[in-house]
């Protein structure tokens, strides 16, 4: 015999459930703001250049992050793209906007393999006597893969005849004085080197890109970088950035054991560094034990820490590596709860240690504005609705 009473309450029960669950997702919005949850723990950030934005993603900017990274307008190649011309005027107007909505700016990057034009190494002195297009030549069909979490790709080597290193060294230098002089005071920091390690190797060296700056100049180019940057910029926050150089923490070997390596020489040769970017291009099935142990590790040589270019993608299988898999074109709905779960723990882990971290950085600013498109890495979607990771964030806010 069937409990009418047992059915009425299953029934009433189901109701309440749906309403609760109507409920949260139409209050989201109500939710704290990401720079108002983490507030007096670490800067929240996004990374753009700010120029063809909607007023809907200026405001949500605005409302959500305390300090802005340029994606690209502050790399050598945009901003530096022949040895006689600078082009300011993207990086201008993003900065005075950035002051004019009260949000800090975060320089990227004085120094780099990538986005760098040809120019910086090329002999002007040479029998044809001109310089080839700043272009970087286009990765070769023979481009290295390993594995899942895969290299970046190799630049290529420079066209033409080479200039001497003291010739290198001295537009570097001209370079940075320039660029780091121009915005002094008006950004809080620079990512002064980017990416210098190679993916690979055993840990017990440095394992250093063995083309661009580390072919022409050689390892002391970090170093002689970031005193430079010191001198344009005396009170700014120097700092060295990289991907995947977590990955080994644990065990202190690979790239993270490269890491440690470079680190501690740049300290032993009176390199000013104030922290080291761990970029954070993650996925699903990121060794969350090794982001944490990293995190230790640097702050142990008495760095200051920062997560620079944060995503987490809900297909696909790369942490920061160029023209990996990128997943199925329709994500499954569990993935976007695997995703919160991941980025949870990962605000936790980033909670037990604030007291050395000094800034969070999302690269991108939805799904669709992002470089991980098709991968939906980021906590809101292509209309700047929050999805499930958004609340998991802010959730760990309240971890004491």
């Known amino acids: 015999m069937i409990n009418k009473k047992w059915i009425t309450s299953l029934i009433l029960s189901g109701v309440l459930t749906t309403s609760l669950f109507a409920q949260d997702n139409n209050n989201s919005s109500s939710l704290k703001t990401l720079k108002q949850a983490f507030k007096g723990k670490f800067l929240i950030g996004c990374a753009d250049d700010l120029s063809s934005n909607s007023e809907a993603y200026q405001a949500s900017i605005r409302a959500q992050y305390d300090i802005v990274t340029p994606e690209n307008c502050m790399k050598p190649q945009p901003i530096h793209p022949t040895e006689d011309t600078y082009n300011f005027v993207t990086t201008d107007a993003m900065v005075d906007w950035s002051k004019k909505n009260g949000l800090k700016v975060w320089g990227h990057t004085l120094a780099w393999h990538g986005q760098t034009p040809q120019w910086f190494f090329q002999d002007k002195s040479s029998a044809s006597g001109e310089i080839a297009p700043a272009v970087a030549p286009a990765p070769t069909a023979t481009t290295p893969t390993t594995s899942a979490n895969g290299p970046r790709r190799n630049r290529g080597e420079i066209t033409g005849p080479i200039a001497s290193k003291e010739v290198v060294l001295e537009r570097l230098k001209k370079h940075i004085a320039t660029v780091a002089g121009r915005y002094k005071g008006r950004v809080v920091g620079w990512d002064v080197f980017n990416e210098s390690i190679a993916d690979g190797g055993d840990g017990k060296t440095e394992n250093l890109r063995t083309f661009s700056w580390y072919k022409y100049v050689g390892p002391e180019v970090i170093t002689m970088a970031f005193k430079w940057a010191h001198e344009a910029d005396p009170k700014a926050q120097l700092y060295y950035n990289d991907y995947n150089i977590e990955q080994g923490?644990?065990?202190?070997?690979?790239?993270?054991?490269?890491?440690?390596?470079?680190?501690?020489?740049?300290?032993?040769?009176?390199?000013?560094?104030?922290?080291?970017?761990?970029?954070?291009?993650?996925?699903?099935d990121t060794n969350l034990a090794d982001v944490e142990k990293a995190i230790e590790n640097y702050a142990s040589l008495g760095l200051r820490v920062s997560i620079t270019e944060l995503d987490v993608t809900a297909t696909g299988d790369n942490s920061g590596a160029m023209g990996v898999n990128q997943g199925e074109k329709k994500i499954?709905?569990?993935?976007?709860?695997?995703?919160?779960?991941?980025?949870?723990?990962?605000?936790?882990?980033?909670?037990?240690?604030?007291?050395?971290?000094?800034?969070?950085?999302?690269?991108?600013?939805?799904?669709?504005?992002?470089?991980?498109?098709?991968?939906?890495?980021?906590?809101?979607?292509?209309?700047?609705?929050?999805?499930?990771?958004y609340k998991a964030v802010i959730e760990t806010s309240l971890t004491k």
């Open 249 to 284: 923490a644990v065990e202190n070997k690979g790239k993270h054991a490269s890491s440690m390596l470079l680190l501690k020489r740049l300290i032993a040769e009176g390199a000013p560094i104030t922290g080291v970017g761990i970029q954070g291009h993650w996925h699903l």
């Open 332 to 389: 499954p709905a569990e993935n976007y709860q695997k995703q919160a779960e991941v980025y949870k723990k990962l605000f936790e882990i980033f909670m037990r240690h604030s007291d050395v971290i000094d800034r969070v950085t999302f690269w991108g600013l939805s799904d669709t504005k992002s470089w991980r498109r098709g991968q939906d890495a980021l906590l809101f979607d292509g209309e700047l609705n929050p999805k499930p990771a």
